[in-house]
């Protein structure tokens, strides 16, 4: 069973930075492609970044220049470092997984929310 599990979130001024991480857990060697997506009230989830097992990145348009995804030495976890928050950055960001297999696994989310 793989689980993946975040941390990192919570409250934060416009302007602010936060840095979410996530762990993959369980019977896996690496997962291929790993990253995060966000949902915010009444939204439908929407892909942020993501990164490859070769650190190939990718950025949603809207986060470009602001975030930064990275993974750690060990390949299954993964990092997202948030600068320049703004106000519609406010979601609950959720990690992604895709495994050598190509299943996809998710991890339970966690609030970001920018605000005075």
């Known amino acids: 069973q793989v689980q993946l599990v975040e941390s990192g979130g919570g409250l934060v001024q416009p302007g602010g930075s936060l840095k979410l991480s996530c762990a993959a857990s369980?019977?896996?060697?690496?997962?291929?492609?790993m990253g995060w997506f966000r949902q915010a009230p009444g939204k439908q989830r929407e892909w942020v970044a993501t990164i490859t097992f070769g650190n190939r990145t990718n950025y949603a348009d809207s986060v470009r220049g602001r975030f930064t995804v990275s993974r750690g030495n060990g390949k299954n976890t993964v990092y997202l470092q948030m600068n320049s928050l703004e106000p519609e950055d406010t979601a609950v960001y959720y990690c992604?997984?895709?495994?050598?297999?190509?299943?996809?696994?998710w991890g339970q989310g966690t609030q970001v929310t920018v605000s005075s």
């Open positions: 992604y997984g895709n495994s050598p297999s190509r299943l996809d696994y």
């Open positions: 369980g019977t896996i060697l690496s997962m291929s492609v």
